[in-house]
Each structure stands twice: as C-alpha cells, then as structure tokens.
C-alpha cells in the first residue's frame, strides 16, 4: 500500500486540502499554490548568550512554506540556517533561545506552544532529517525495529503492525529488500542507506513538513544524487513539504521550488528559484551564484562577520563591490519586493539607481537554454563541467518545469 493510500484511508486527505501531486499536472512538484501557508515564520529571533556577549545567531529571519513545496535554505557556513530550524520547533540548545517572532503552522504559532504540545508536533507534523545519518540511528537496534518504534511512537499500533508499516516505510525510500534489510543492523549498512532509514524513520508519523538539514552533505556525490531524488519523489508523490537546508547551490538548482538566502542570521533575498537564479537581485545571492563551478567558480572575498562582532548597516557591505554610504549605517534595509517575485534586502533591488548592480551578470547568464543545465549540476569537482548530463539532466528538466511554474504565480510571494 502506497502511503498516498493510507492517507487517505486515515481520512487525512478530507480536510479540505485538494489531493495534491497525484493529478499529473504541469508540475513535477508537489506545490499547492493555492492553500495558505503551511509554515509561516515572522521576524524570527534567536540568540545565545555567551561570557563575550550575545550571539544573534538568526535575527529577524522571515519567510514561508507552502504545502507540497520544497523550499531551501541556504547561505554560508554560520548564516543561521540550522538554528532557524531548530527554533521552528525550539529544538535549540540550551542557552540558545527564541527570543522574537512567530512561526505558524497550520494557522497556530508554535512559538507559544507548551514543550509537551511541540513533541507531539515535533515527528508527527513537522520531521526532521540530519546531516548524520549516524547520529540518528542507534547501534544496538535493528533498522527495522527502530522504524517500528518510530512508527509505535506516533501511531496506535501494535508491534506486528508496525513491523509491517516499517517495512513499507523501508520500500518507500528505497532501500532494497526492504523485508530482510529491516532486520540488518545500521553499521552493515552504507551512509546513503541509513539515510534513508533515518528519513523512513521521519515519515512514520506522515508529517506534512521535512526538515532536512544538509541531509547529502555527509554523503558521496553519486549517493548524494540518489537521496535528492528521494526527497524530490516525496515532494512530488506525496505532497510532502520540505525545508531544505544547504550551502550548495547546484542541490538547491535541482529541488527547491523557491530559495531563502541567508546572512548573519538574516533573509538577503528570497523567491522562486528560477527568477532568483537567472536574475539574483542581492549582491549577496548573485556572490554565491558565481562561485559555482559553471558560473566562474570565484569565491566571494573577504569572511563573513564575526557572531559578535557584526557591522552596522547591511551586514554583507564590508564584503559588497557596489556599497556606499547608505548601506553602512543603520539597521540595513528592508526586503524589497522583485519584480519576477520574491524580494531581497538591498538598496539596489530593482536596478534603478545603478544598474550595474544587476547586469553585472557574468556571460552564461545571458543563455537562459543553456543555464539550468550548469546549475542544475550538484557534482562540485572541477570535472563535471566534462559530463553535465549525468545525472544533473532529469534534475534540471524537473526543475525547469517546477520553476516556471513558481515562477508565473510567484510574483506575490
Ligand atoms: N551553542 C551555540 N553557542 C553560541 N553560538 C552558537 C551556538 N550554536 C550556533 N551558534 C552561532 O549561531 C550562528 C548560526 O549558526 P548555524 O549553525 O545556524 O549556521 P549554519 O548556517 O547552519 O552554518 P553551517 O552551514 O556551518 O551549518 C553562528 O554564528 C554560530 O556560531
Ligand atoms: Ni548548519
């Protein structure tokens, strides 16, 4: 029985959300553009208090996730990406605290919630997947067995039941010979594979929302490949949401449907994939977007700001070729809307007062056929420019639909 199935015997499918993915529609994704918000994080505050002083570790970050959607986050090393995951459900360790904000979810803001109200939320709506899929298995238990347990945890099912239901789960993801595999214990199996038990482990509760955070980054390229296809799948057969979480903008090219970009702990832009590629409206955005290996390859200069020591202003004008004056004082500026959909935080925005900001853009820019190929690459090695199709084609085409389609209804998001 297919989980799709099973949804809709449990009578979960009846509430009045329309039966997504499973019309063959325009979309690869799951996306429902027309149902409101199933996340929606405001003004999100987080910080920790250390002997030197307090780190804003996410400050001020806001954006949304729509049902069936894959939205990623990315942004590099200590943007903030993993806290403003964790205090959607205030998984943050201690002394880390949730200073600020809101994050509804289904129309309830979470942040208000009892801890013993989120656990119920935390597996049964709203799971996560790790980067270590190490981490999240327990060596002493058999992979079907901690499946089972998952499944026991959030359902009123007796033990053979949830044997069965892990083997299910075990098939779903793609782990072969799922029966006999589940009775395997996780070191004889390979990274990609407790991957994929973690993330069968993840769906026992049917969440409406993934988490992942850098769920591939532990994982080599061909592996890595294989699980993003998993998690495209569950997007688009099951309507499942997904909060995507990496620093690599060739994976991001390949799944999301709209893209958060993150800076010391704040949004610098966000939108629907393709516009945002194609024509990145922060200098920030448009830094990391040329650092792929298609693109020029060039690392943005200059380091990100110390957690203690952030400048005043915009806090990426230390390392901005187009700053001026404006942009180093203040508290930085507001998200501005984009034409082609979403915003970014810049003065610059919308190309008026200098467009060199915008068409700056380096030459395959200016190729939209031949783009999306060369993002859609996830393989970083300097050689994977030799064979882009590999397996960067399937992906890419996906997302090309995917994003066209956000992008046409993304204008007000
Ligand atoms: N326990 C902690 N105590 C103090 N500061 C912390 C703690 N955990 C995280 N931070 C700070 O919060 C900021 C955001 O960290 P976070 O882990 O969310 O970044 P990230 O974007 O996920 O980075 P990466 O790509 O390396 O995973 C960083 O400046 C980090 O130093
Ligand atoms: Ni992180």
Do not use: W
Request: charged share 30%.
């Amino acid at each position: 029985m297919s989980r799709g199935d099973d949804r809709s015997a449990r009578g979960r499918d009846g509430d009045g959300r329309p039966d997504r993915g499973r019309d063959g529609d325009h979309r690869a994704s799951g996306r429902d553009t027309d149902a409101p918000p199933l996340l929606s994080v405001r003004d999100l505050r987080t910080q920790f208090p250390t002997v030197e002083g307090t780190v804003r570790a996410v400050d001020g970050a806001s954006f949304d996730v729509y049902p069936g959607e894959t939205v990623c986050l990315v942004g590099e090393s200590g943007s903030g990406k993993t806290v403003a995951c964790e205090s959607i459900t205030r998984l943050v360790d201690s002394p880390g605290e949730v200073v600020d904000g809101e994050v509804r979810f289904d129309d309830r803001d979470l942040l208000d919630r009892s801890e013993r109200e989120l656990r119920a939320v935390r597996g049964d709506r709203i799971a996560y997947v790790f980067q270590d899929p190490q981490g999240s298995l327990d060596p002493v238990y058999t992979v079907g067995e901690q499946v089972a347990e998952a499944v026991r945890d959030r359902n009123d099912v007796g033990k053979r039941a949830a044997h069965g239901r892990a083997v299910e789960l075990l098939d779903r993801v793609g782990l072969p010979n799922p029966a006999s595999r589940a009775d395997d214990y996780p070191h004889q199996l390979s990274g990609g594979m407790k991957q994929r038990v973690a993330i069968a482990a993840a769906l026992a509760g049917d969440p409406d929302l993934l988490i992942a955070d850098e769920p591939t980054t532990a994982l080599d390229v061909t592996i890595q490949a294989e699980i993003l296809d998993l998690f495209a799948e569950l997007g688009a057969e099951e309507g499942l949401a997904t909060l995507f979480v990496t620093h690599d903008l060739g994976v991001v090219a390949g799944i999301a449907d709209r893209v958060v970009v993150m800076y010391a702990g704040r949004v610098m832009e966000r939108g629907p994939v393709t516009r945002v590629f194609e024509r990145p409206a922060h200098p920030y955005t448009r830094g990391l977007l040329d650092s792929l290996p298609g693109r020029g390859g060039e690392r943005i200069g200059g380091e990100p700001p110390e957690p203690l020591n952030q400048p005043d202003g915009c806090p990426f004008h230390p390392r901005c070729p187009h700053a001026v004056g404006e942009c180093r004082s203040g508290d930085g500026p507001p998200l501005y809307g984009v034409d082609g959909g979403g915003e970014a935080a810049c003065v610059f925005h919308d190309g008026v007062r200098d467009p060199t900001v915008l068409d700056s853009a380096p030459e395959s820019n200016s190729d939209p056929e031949s783009d999306p190929e060369s993002e859609s690459d996830p393989e970083p090695e300097p050689n994977s420019e030799a064979e882009p199709t590999t397996d960067g084609a399937p992906r890419g085409a996906t997302r090309e639909a995917d994003a066209s389609a956000s992008d046409a209804d993304g204008g007000n998001r």
